[in-house]
């Protein structure tokens, strides 16, 4: 079993920043891809984006520019700084990680942008 615990969401103002963390424990072999996705009501949950365990990262192109996916392996932790952040990016992010073929899931965090 895979334990995802995710913190760092919360109220920021329009043009603010916020750092996401996601830390994995458990039975954890070697993760291979960390992520973050994000679900607005309403609508399928997204990619925001990923990094693999050499580091190469991938992301959407609403976010690029703007947010930056970093991971720390000997933590089993992945982070997303994101700044400029509007009010379109008001949504739940949900932690993601890929251990041997599978997907676990972090509970989600809130983040929401005041103008």
């Known amino acids: 079993q895979v334990r995802l615990v995710e913190s760092g969401g919360g109220l920021v103002q329009v043009g603010g920043s916020l750092r996401l963390s996601c830390a994995a424990s458990?039975?954890?072999?070697?993760?291979?891809?960390m992520g973050w996705y994000r679900q607005a009501p309403g609508k399928q949950r997204e990619l925001v984006a990923d990094i693999t365990f050499l580091g190469t990262t991938n992301y959407v192109s609403a976010v690029k520019g703007r947010f930056t996916i970093s991971r720390d392996n000997a933590k089993n932790t992945v982070y997303l700084q994101m700044n400029s952040l509007s009010s379109e990016d008001t949504v739940i992010y949900y932690c993601?990680?890929?251990?041997?073929?599978?997907?676990?899931w972090g509970q989600g965090t809130q983040v929401t942008v005041s103008s």
């Open positions: 458990g039975s954890i072999f070697r993760i291979t891809t």
């Open positions: 993601n990680v890929l251990v041997v073929g599978t997907q676990y």
